[in-house]
C-alpha cells in the first residue's frame, strides 16, 4: 500500500478526465489558449504520472487565432470503447460564440497520434463519451437551458452517435437539469454504465467556491434520472472560507483493478480561502458504493491530504513531484511541461540541442495572438525559476525577458531591450490591462543576461542578479481576481513591439525548483 499526496497533478490542470485500460489509467486535463492542448498523462498507481502525447499537437488541428485568454479547450473527456481512444472536448471563442464548438477525436494510442477532430453539431460545453452494452455510442453535454427558470441554469442532453457517419443521429434527450433549484452551471456531466444502472455525475454551482457534485441515476441511458436524495453529494462550500481547499468539483470516477473505486477532480488550493494562484488543480478522491450510490471521502466528506492506493506495492520515490516524476531544475526543450500561445513550441522557437532558439515577432503578450512565448505552469506556491538568455541576436529595439502570466490584461515581465546605446532594463506590470512601465536603466553590454523570478505563497519577486526589480501580489493575478479560469504560467518573451522582427534570443538555461521552505513543498 502506498499513500499519495494531493494534488496529484499541481498546477493548472482543470477538468481532469480519467479511465483505465487493463494496467494503465490515462488522464487528460483542460488547456485553453496553451498548447500543445489536452496532455495525456498515464499512471499505474495513481500517484506517478507521466506525460505520454498531447491530443492536439499538429498544426492547423483547430483555429486558435485570436481566442483570448480563458477561451480555448475546455473540459474534455477520454473513454475507451470499440477498440479506441475516444476523446471529446469544445473548442471556446469567448467572445465569439460562432466560432470552435464540439468536437470529437480518436486515436488507436493514446500516446497519438489522434484523428483529426469532428465537429459536432451540437451547442454547448463539456461533452462527454459512453458506450452500452451493444457497442452503441452515446454523446452527451452541458448547455444553457432553452427556457430557464433562473440564470445560468443549464440543461445536460444525450443522443447516440454514429461512428460510422460521424454523426448525431436518432432523438436528443434533455436528462437533467440540476440537483438543487436555483443552483447554476450543472455541468461536466458523467454517464456510466454500472451493475445495470447508468448513472450520471455532474457539477454544479459553477467552477467557483460553489462548486459542487451531484449524481443521478436511470434504468435507461436517455433517463428518467432520479438523482440522489444527498445531492449535492460532494462539495467544500460548505466548509466556509477557513478551508485551505475550495472549489471541489467536476468529477470523473474510475474503477481500479481491484474493485476499489476513485475519482478525480479539480479543487484550488487557497491559503487565505479565496485566492489561488496555481489554479484549478487535480485531486484523488476515494469513493465507496453504499445502498446503490456513490460515497465521495467517505466518513471525511472533504477531499483528504493523503490518499491510500491499496493495491500499489510501493511507495513513490523520495523527492518526486507530480507531472512526470521530473527532478526539480533544468527544463530542456523536449521536456513535455514547455507550451506556446496559441501555437505550438516547434512554431515559435526551434530547440537545438539543450537550447531555444526563439525568434522575435512583432506581437505582444496584450493581444490574443502567437507571440513569441514559452512558458510553463507554475506548480508550486513557493518555487524559484531562474533563465539565462543569450541577448545577442536581439536587433535594436527588440525586447526579451521573463514574464509571470495570468493573461494579455494580467501579468508582470523584466526585460532585456538591445538600444542604440546598448542594453536596457525594463519592467512592466499589467493590472486589468493599465500597463505600469518603468525603465530601470542600462545593463553592462554581455552576451547573456540572466533573470529569476521567486515565488512565496502570494508573494512574487523578479530579479536580476541580487536586484529586486518587480514585484506581484499572487492575490492580484489570480483567476478570482481577474476573471478566467487560468492558473499563473511562467515563461521567456520576446517582442519587436510591433517593428518588422529581425532577431532571435537563445534560451541557454531555464530552471524551475520548488522551494523548501519551513511549511514544506505545497
Do not use: K
Not at 494531493?6 to 477538468?15: A, W
Not at 445502498?291 to 466528506?301: H, K, S
Not at 507530480?322 to 500561445?341: F, H, K, N, Y
Amino acid at each position: 500500500m502506498i499513500e499519495v499526496a494531493n494534488p496529484i497533478l499541481p498546477g493548472c490542470h482543470p477538468d481532469p478526465s480519467i479511465c483505465r485500460v487493463g494496467e494503465w489509467y490515462y488522464l487528460v486535463t483542460s488547456t485553453f489558449e496553451y498548447l500543445p492542448g489536452l496532455p495525456v498523462l498515464r499512471s499505474r498507481d495513481l500517484a506517478r504520472w507521466e506525460t505520454i502525447g498531447h491530443v492536439i499537437d499538429r498544426p492547423g488541428m483547430l483555429d486558435f487565432e485570436g481566442i483570448g485568454s480563458s477561451g480555448g479547450l475546455y473540459a474534455p473527456t477520454i473513454r475507451h470503447g470499440l477498440g479506441l481512444y475516444w476523446v471529446v472536448c469544445t473548442l471556446v471563442d469567448r467572445e465569439d460564440p460562432s466560432r470552435g464548438g464540439n468536437f470529437l477525436v480518436t486515436a488507436s494510442d493514446p500516446a497519438g497520434p489522434w484523428s483529426d477532430p469532428v465537429m459536432l453539431d451540437v451547442a454547448g460545453i463539456d461533452p462527454s463519451i459512453a458506450f452500452d452494452d451493444g457497442g452503441r455510442v452515446w454523446l452527451h453535454g452541458t448547455r444553457l437551458a432553452a427556457d430557464p427558470e433562473w440564470h445560468d441554469q443549464t440543461e445536460v442532453w444525450v443522443r447516440e452517435y454514429a461512428p460510422d457517419r460521424s454523426a448525431l443521429v436518432g432523438e436528443e434527450h434533455v436528462i437533467w437539469r440540476g440537483a438543487v433549484h436555483g443552483a447554476v452551471w450543472a455541468e461536466g456531466p458523467h454517464l456510466y454504465r454500472i451493475d445495470g444502472s447508468w448513472f450520471l455525475l455532474a457539477a454544479e454551482g459553477g467552477t467557483e467556491f460553489h462548486h459542487a457534485v451531484s449524481v443521478a441515476r436511470a434504468d435507461a441511458v436517455t433517463g428518467p434520472y432520479v438523482g440522489n436524495r444527498a445531492n449535492p453529494v460532494f462539495t467544500h462550500r460548505h466548509l466556509g472560507r477557513t478551508s485551505t481547499v475550495i472549489g471541489a468539483g467536476h468529477a470523473d470516477l474510475v474503477q481500479a483493478a481491484d474493485g476499489s473505486w476513485f475519482a478525480v477532480m479539480l479543487a484550488m488550493r487557497a491559503d487565505d480561502g479565496h485566492h489561488y494562484p496555481l489554479g484549478r488543480e487535480t485531486f484523488l478522491c476515494p469513493v465507496v458504493w453504499e445502498d446503490g450510490w456513490p460515497v465521495f471521502a467517505p466518513g471525511e466528506g472533504r477531499l483528504p491530504a493523503t490518499v491510500r492506493i491499496p493495491w500499489a506495492p510501493e511507495e513513490p520515490t523520495p523527492g518526486e513531484w507530480q507531472p512526470d516524476d521530473r527532478i526539480a531544475g533544468v527544463v530542456v526543450p523536449s521536456d513535455p511541461r514547455w507550451t506556446a500561445l496559441r501555437a505550438l513550441p516547434s512554431e515559435v522557437a526551434v530547440a537545438d540541442g539543450e537550447v531555444w532558439r526563439l525568434p522575435v515577432r512583432a506581437a505582444t503578450l496584450h493581444e490574443p495572438s502567437a507571440p513569441a512565448f514559452l512558458g510553463v505552469r507554475q506548480q508550486h506556491a513557493d518555487v524559484d525559476v531562474r533563465c539565462v538568455l543569450d541577448v545577442r541576436g536581439l536587433a535594436e529595439g527588440e525586447s526579451a525577458g521573463l514574464v509571470l502570466r495570468q493573461s494579455e490584461l494580467d501579468h508582470v515581465a523584466l526585460a532585456v531591450t538591445r538600444t542604440a546605446e546598448g542594453l536596457r532594463l525594463s519592467s512592466e506590470e499589467c493590472r486589468a490591462g493599465d500597463r505600469q512601465q518603468r525603465d530601470l536603466g542600462p545593463l553592462s553590454e554581455a552576451e547573456e543576461v540572466e533573470l529569476a523570478l521567486s515565488g512565496r505563497g502570494y508573494a512574487y519577486s523578479v530579479r536580476h542578479g541580487e536586484a529586486e526589480l518587480a514585484v506581484a501580489d499572487g492575490r492580484e493575478l489570480d483567476a478570482s481576481a481577474t476573471g478566467g479560469f487560468l492558473g499563473l504560467w511562467v515563461g521567456i518573451h520576446a517582442t519587436s513591439a510591433g517593428a518588422e522582427p529581425r532577431g532571435e534570443v537563445r534560451i541557454t538555461r531555464f530552471e524551475y525548483a520548488p522551494a523548501l521552505v519551513d511549511h514544506g513543498d505545497r
